[in-house]
């Protein structure tokens, strides 16, 4: 059977992409930031992934403002970089895995929680650059990712959001879903997004170390409390933008310690963990949590 056996957690800032993209990484601005990537490159090709299944959200690209779903499941053989109005970004197409995504849909809506379908979508930096982060640079017509993407998209952009509890419950049904799937793969869940930051109005610019590490050590060890966190204190503590950290709590709850939203297996092995001001308007943060 297919196996959730880790989870990858990540910031997705779009000037990280471009600084890839654009040979800036050795810049001192840059280079602490790729700093905290290096052991994540090595650990994903130690780990060697069959299938990862990349919660993000999309920023009104392939959702414009006309139809947005909370909670939409991409079900497509391919999906192509998106056009964020300076062009796609030069890296691989993402390849995906139609079965094991159609067999998550079709569980995780049988647990009542209710997928959008999407069979097709461009990916804009919010999958990207958590990708181009964790596998460094591909030439974008001969590279490859180095397995399919199951693209994962939550609204976190237009009012009202999912919350943290419907988040962290969520991921406990993919799990569900992913461990009745027959073929054996070995299948990494990431959460994406966050941490820290505010990108429009009075408080653009804001960061807020002190709340992003606590939620860290939160989320870590006592994910169900983190889960109760209600959306204003994202919004207060770590800004607007910050409450994309909600997604995280997707992946967090993948983990096989959680049972009925409940701490009760031992503990993931906190693997790797990064924290990192500035980078653009926003935190970096960055966990790699492996199954007990
Ligand atoms: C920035 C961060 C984001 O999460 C985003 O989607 C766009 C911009 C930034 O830091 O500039
Ligand atoms: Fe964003």
């Known amino acids: 059977m297919a196996r959730i056996t880790a989870s990858v957690y990540t910031s997705h800032v779009p000037a990280i992409g471009a600084a890839m993209d654009l040979g800036k990484t050795h810049e001192p601005y840059w280079q602490p930031v790729f700093q905290g990537y290096e052991f994540s490159r090595q650990w994903m090709k130690n780990s060697r992934p069959d299938v990862i299944f990349l919660v993000y959200n999309d920023h009104a690209t392939a959702f414009s403002l006309e139809m947005i779903p909370t909670f939409a499941i991409g ?9 964020e109005g300076w062009g796609p970004r030069p890296v691989p197409k993402v390849v995906g895995h139609p079965a094991l995504a159609s067999h998550i849909a079709q569980s995780v809506i049988q647990q009542d929680f209710d997928l959008t379908i999407v069979n097709r979508m461009d990916v804009d930096h919010g999958l990207t650059v958590p990708l181009s982060l964790m596998c460094g640079e591909l030439d974008p017509k001969t590279g490859a990712w180095p397995c ?13 959001v999912p919350s943290g509890r419907r988040c962290f419950a969520l991921g406990q049904a993919i799990r569900k879903a992913v461990e009745t799937f027959d073929d054996d793969l070995n299948v990494h869940i990431w959460g ?9 109005g009075a408080r653009a610019g804001l960061i807020n170390r002190e709340w992003d590490n606590a939620w860290l050590d939160q989320m870590i060890a006592d994910p169900a409390g983190c889960a109760a966190v209600p959306h204003i204190d994202y919004v207060r503590e770590a800004g607007s933008e910050g409450i994309e950290l909600v997604m995280w709590l997707i992946a967090r709850g993948a983990m096989s310690d959680v049972v009925d939203s409940q701490v009760q297996g031992p503990a993931p092995k906190v693997r790797h963990r990064f924290y990192h001001v500035p980078a653009s308007n926003t935190a970096v943060g960055h966990l790699i949590l492996e199954n007990a």
Do not use: C, K, R, W
Not at 148 to 160: D, G, L, S
Not at 192 to 200: F, K, P
């Open 75 to 83: 079900t497509a053989a391919e999906y192509q970089p998106a056009d």
């Open 192 to 200: 994406t997004g966050g941490m820290s930051h505010q990108l429009q």
């Open 148 to 160: 399919p993407v199951i693209p994962f998209a939550v609204n976190v952009v237009q009012y009202p």
